[in-house]
């Protein structure tokens, strides 16, 4: 497509519950990041992947947090066991070159 | 230990006249510096940038400087129209290798431009 692509767009979970959230990237893009926003703040980085390569987990809050991106295309953030202060927006963005990042809509996710 | 702030919460200016949004940075290692646009429900969209080699970046309405000395930076915007209203964020980042490029966020500034 010609934009990044996350799905669901809102997602409601139970406390304890396992979430997978998915992201389409411009195909193409090398480049993949996972931002976290929390409500009134700025997105702050999870992870990111140069192809199916993780190379920096740093900004991962947890290690019930995980993500994939097996082909080095479609990426998968899981979060498990949720807990409310997962609440939050997750924004995926990809790039071709290491300038232009695209954003995704976001998925917002609500734990209840 | 916020690297990137925005110490404007809100700015509302009226249609025509200049909207200037501000930024401040801690990390002397930041050399390159984007700001964002975000209208509700909506990702984040790139606006424009500036490389810490500039110290002045135009595109139409919109101009970011630069001071580096003072680890600062605004956006510009004239004249300021109606669509210009969503949540603008300051970003920076360090290039070159060894570095990921992952963009570091200040907390954003809402600006309302009223017709």
């Known amino acids: 497509g010609a934009g990044v692509s996350q799905s669901p767009r809102y997602k409601v979970a139970k406390r304890g519950q396992d979430v997978a959230l998915r992201c389409d990237p411009i195909?193409?893009?090398?480049?993949l990041f996972w931002y976290q926003q929390a409500l009134g703040q700025g997105p702050e980085f999870l992870t990111y992947f140069q192809n199916e390569a993780q190379l920096d987990k740093s900004g991962l809050p947890s290690d019930r947090f995980f993500a994939e991106r097996p082909e080095g295309s479609v990426s998968t953030l899981k979060i498990q066991r949720t807990q409310q202060e997962d609440s939050a927006v997750y924004l995926c963005a990809s790039s071709l070159q290491d300038y232009g990042y695209t954003f995704g809509s976001g998925t917002r996710l609500t734990v209840v | 230990d916020q690297q990137v702030k925005q110490n404007s919460p809100s700015l509302s200016v009226q249609e025509g006249r200049i909207s200037i949004l501000n930024c401040d940075y801690t990390n002397s290692m930041f050399d390159y510096f984007l700001w964002y646009k975000k209208y509700p429900a909506e990702g984040p969209t790139f606006l424009i940038s500036i490389s810490s080699i500039k110290d002045k970046n135009e595109d139409g309405r919109f101009t970011v400087f630069l001071n580096k000395s003072a680890k600062h930076l605004s956006l510009h915007i004239v004249p300021s129209q109606p669509g210009d209203s969503a949540v603008y964020f300051c970003?920076?980042?360090?290039?070159?290798?060894?570095?990921?490029?992952?963009?570091?966020f200040g907390q954003g500034t809402t600006l309302q431009v009223k017709p």
């Open positions: 195909s193409g893009h090398v480049s």
């Open positions: 970003a920076a980042k360090r290039t070159g290798s060894g570095n990921t490029g992952k963009l570091i």
